[in-house]
């Protein structure tokens, strides 16, 4: 007998919390009924949330950074007072709205991880489909895109827009590896941030997920996840200055 005809009736929301509480019938739900509605909603509600709650800091580090970048940037250097006001002030707003497109980046982030699985339920020879990887996407970014985001929202409010003066102060304020190595290189710390509880959570449900939902081989599942999630890791510490 399939032990998935067996899984309790569930609705969008109950899955979703279940991803964090009872992942395995969590995953057992979605192999039968891949939600994606509830999961992508909640997760843009508390990302924005946190994207709100860092403004001020955000602000503060733009307004460091253009300042910084006016004295070793000739382009910046040539503008009138009235053309770095400009300037400023276009970057200021840039940062005081981003939380309203926040939606956007969890939908690109989810898009992409489920492109990403769906080429492992392949080489896995999985029996997943489109729906189904999208659906394990979208579940499991309420940590990495929702809950991780709300959190690091209210410790940089707690902290106060001040304290922060470059992208590196930001990305430190969540506890993770990098608190290992004080003082690493900018790279190497932006690379060691990206892994706290909540993104070794994601990755460790993303491979779970691989082999519950999608019906990957082990050895797949786990290499797809470790791509999905040291993918970002290396982008954002080679993007670092």
């Not at 508390?46 to 860092?54: C, E, P, T, W, Y």
């Not at 497109?101 to 992409?112: N, Q, R, S």
Request: charged residues 10%.
């Amino acid at each position: 007998m399939n032990s998935d005809a067996g899984a309790r009736p569930s609705s969008g929301l109950s899955i979703l919390w279940d991803v964090i509480v009872a992942p395995r019938a969590a995953f057992a739900a979605l192999r039968e009924r891949p939600y994606v509605g509830w999961a992508f909603l909640v997760t843009c509600v508390l990302g924005m949330a946190g994207a709100f709650l860092q403004i001020p800091a955000g602000t503060h580090i733009a307004v460091a950074t253009f300042a910084n970048n006016a004295t070793h940037n000739p382009d910046i250097a040539k503008m009138t007072p009235a053309q770095l006001q400009s300037a400023l002030s276009i970057t200021k707003t840039a940062q005081q709205w981003f939380w309203i497109f926040y939606p956007v980046l969890v939908a690109i982030g989810v898009l992409v991880t489920s492109l990403v699985l769906l080429i492992f339920n392949a080489i896995g020879k999985g029996d997943g489909n489109f729906r189904r990887c999208l659906a394990l996407a979208a579940n499991v970014a309420l940590l990495s895109f929702g809950i991780n985001y709300l959190i690091l929202g209210v410790l940089v409010l707690l902290r106060g827009g001040d304290a922060f003066s470059t992208s590196l102060d930001l990305v430190l304020t969540m506890p993770s590896l990098a608190w290992a190595v004080p003082g690493a290189p900018v790279k190497l710390a932006t690379f060691l941030s990206s892994f706290n509880v909540l993104s070794i959570w994601s990755f460790v449900l993303l491979a779970l997920g691989g082999r519950e939902v999608l019906r990957v081989s082990p050895l797949w599942a786990w290499i797809g996840a470790a791509i999905i999630t040291l993918s970002p890791a290396l982008i954002a510490a080679g993007a670092a200055r």
